[in-house]
């Protein structure tokens, strides 16, 4: 009886934990109140070694946008209209008056990123992809920050490498090291890292665009209140 008691505490405690470690919902007002359709995604400011994080993340992030209901520019006519114009590096493209970006592209917001982590690692018994980015919304008529979260995947997440002892652990770390960076395993991190970080369907993501049959209503750390 003692145990069940004891088993049913912790069970209380984990849940307990569970909630004060959950993030806290975000507040959506300023964004409702711009209620943005267009959003114009800049191209993001890499703060890693690895010269293809941007163009994967790019790459990634027009999806979760668009099935959460909104209405993203060509990534490629966005990335060329800077270009034509002198802006090659993301930083002095970040820099640019918002104004001024409205001016030129007519949106309604502009989602500005962050790469952080990108790339594979190796740590004696383990080996890790991961990419983390950060993302800012900012509304293009008022430049009012609407919305900001970060958010982080890894291939470590769906690793087990438990069953083989230390020389199975670091066989199985240093085939994956390998395998991870030969094909580039930070495209397929890098879309999960924006799935969770943009879907409307997340925790803290975006709002539902006019375009989403959801619009309207809720987000679900909203609901989760």
């Given at each position: ?94 820099g ?5 970006l ?44 609407l ?15 438990s ?41 803290n ?19 989760a209140?």
């Amino acid at each position: 009886m003692n145990q069940v008691k004891l088993l049913l505490s912790l069970f209380a405690v984990t849940l307990v934990s569970g909630c004060v470690n959950m993030p806290a919902g975000h507040d959506y007002s300023a964004f409702r109140s711009a209620d943005p359709h267009s959003i114009l995604v800049l191209p993001p400011i890499n703060n890693t070694p690895e010269v293809v994080a941007p163009y994967s993340v790019m790459s990634q992030v027009i999806a979760p946008i668009a099935e959460s209901g909104f209405y993203v520019f060509p990534v490629a006519v966005v990335d060329q209209t800077f270009k034509s114009n002198g802006l090659t590096i993301a930083n002095d493209v970040h820099g640019v008056p918002v104004n001024k970006l409205r001016e030129i592209f007519g949106a309604d917001a502009a989602l500005y990123l962050t790469i952080d982590d990108y790339g594979t690692s190796y740590a004696i018994i383990s080996s890790e992809t991961r990419v983390t980015v950060s993302a800012t919304l900012v509304d293009l008529h008022s430049g009012t920050v609407l919305w900001q979260k970060s958010a982080t995947a890894s291939s470590a997440e769906t690793q087990n490498n438990s069953g083989g002892g230390l020389i199975g652990a670091l066989v199985v770390a240093a085939i994956s090291q390998i395998v991870e960076t030969v094909t580039d395993r930070g495209f397929d991190i890098a879309a999960l890292t924006t799935s969770r970080l943009l879907s409307a369907e997340t925790h803290n993501g975006l709002l539902y665009g006019p375009r989403s049959p959801k619009y309207g209503q809720p987000a679900p750390s909203e609901k989760a209140k």
